[in-house]
């Protein structure tokens, strides 16, 4: 059974930073574009970055572009989010998903989610 | 960035009821349109992809349409598991985008 399970949430200080992992199992990594999702407390789904096969294409919301970091390792299965200079609006659960492989189904398998929490 | 506008933020319906949730996007998307279902504390499921395609296992009472711009999930005859927060999503470009959401509540 596909599974994606995150790790690496916690409490951080507002300019800090966290490195969130999700590893992957049951499935073909290296043929899937992976993302990160981010849901705030009681609002919407806030997409937050997504890489490419080998990794040599990433892109990355608005919100973030610039402080986070996303990286894959298909050797280890694994997808990062590096957060630097966190903010309070950083708080949320993060979601790693299964984004593409290329045909027409998307973010089809999740991840339990990791919480994020920025503050002082 | 393509924006996705969701309506209606909240809806009110029974069980048995037609359910209708619209999503438009700001540009052409294509067909690149997913909804997905999401209940408190947990990880949202994929309903419909390419707009109208029912992901495995999904019941047969969810539907999804598209008119240019304009997406649509049908909810046929809505039951007690439906009662969830619903979001759209394209996935025409790179960068994704979500919709706002729409909570269906009794």
């Known amino acids: 059974e596909v599974q994606l399970v995150e790790s690496g949430g916690g409490l951080v200080q507002p300019g800090g930073s966290l490195r969130l992992s999700c590893a992957a199992s049951?499935?073909?990594?290296?043929?899937?574009?992976m993302s990160w999702v981010r849901q705030a407390p009681g609002k919407g789904l806030e997409w937050v970055a997504n890489?490419?096969?080998?990794?040599?294409?990433?892109y990355y919301g608005d919100s973030v572009k610039g402080r986070f970091t996303i990286s894959r390792d298909n050797a280890k299965n694994s997808v990062f989010l590096q957060m630097n200079s966190l903010r309070a609006e950083d708080t949320a659960v993060y979601y790693c998903?299964?984004?593409?492989?290329?045909?027409?189904?998307?973010?089809?398998?999740w991840g339990q989610g990791t919480l994020v929490t920025v503050s002082s | 960035d393509i924006q996705m506008t969701q309506s209606p933020s909240t809806l009110s319906a029974s069980v048995g009821d037609r359910v209708t949730i619209t999503c438009r996007a700001s540009q052409s998307i294509n067909w690149w349109l997913a909804w997905y279902q999401q209940k408190p504390g947990k990880a949202p499921k994929l309903l419909i992809y390419?707009?109208?395609s029912l992901e495995s296992g999904v019941p047969s009472r969810f539907s999804g349409s598209v008119s240019g711009t304009e997406f649509t999930l049908t909810i046929s005859s809505l039951q007690p598991d439906d009662f969830a927060t619903y979001y759209c999503q394209q996935y025409n470009t790179y960068s994704r985008t979500f919709g706002g959401g729409t909570k269906v509540e009794v």
């Open positions: 049951a499935f073909t990594f290296s043929s899937y574009w």
């Open positions: 890489i490419n096969l080998d990794g040599s294409a990433k």
């Open positions: 998903a299964r984004d593409w492989s290329g045909n027409d189904r998307t973010f089809d398998y």
């Open positions: 390419k707009a109208s």
